[in-house]
């Protein structure tokens, strides 16, 4: 993981959702360490001013899965940048499809993704109707204002 460009390591709920509201773009995201539970992570997503969590586990035999909508078929990778490629596309179970990594450095480079980077025309979903309670949508619902500077 942390060879990965995207991951941000310990730095919290709340770091994590200022600098995806630095960035403001939905579909701007990154992965952070989980702030309740040791060893699993959680991939962040911006979507319409909204921080959108999801849990990431490893299994016992080493593959990567997402905890995502209700009725979505559980997928399991056996590389986390294959996980990340999958949720590139829409309709994944996420709130909208991962655009423009937010790296380590706190800036969108989907450059530095190399085979990571939205396909061309970056298509964009609109936002499911049901949401996961596995998912951590910024419980108070307080807006990730995009006035950072």
Known sequence: MENLPIYHGPIGKEEGERRLGQDGRDGCYLIRNSDSLAGVYCLCVLCKGFV??????QDDTGSWAAETTPGVPKRCF??????????QK????????LLYPITAQGRADTQ????LSPPPGGHRSSIQQQMPNAVQKNRNQKEVRQTYG
């Open 112 to 115: 530095s993704l190399g085979s």
């Open 90 to 97: 829409a309709e994944q179970g996420i709130a909208m499809p």
């Open 52 to 57: 959108y969590t999801y849990r990431l586990y």
């Open 78 to 87: 056996r590389q986390i940048k294959n996980l990340i490629r999958a949720f």
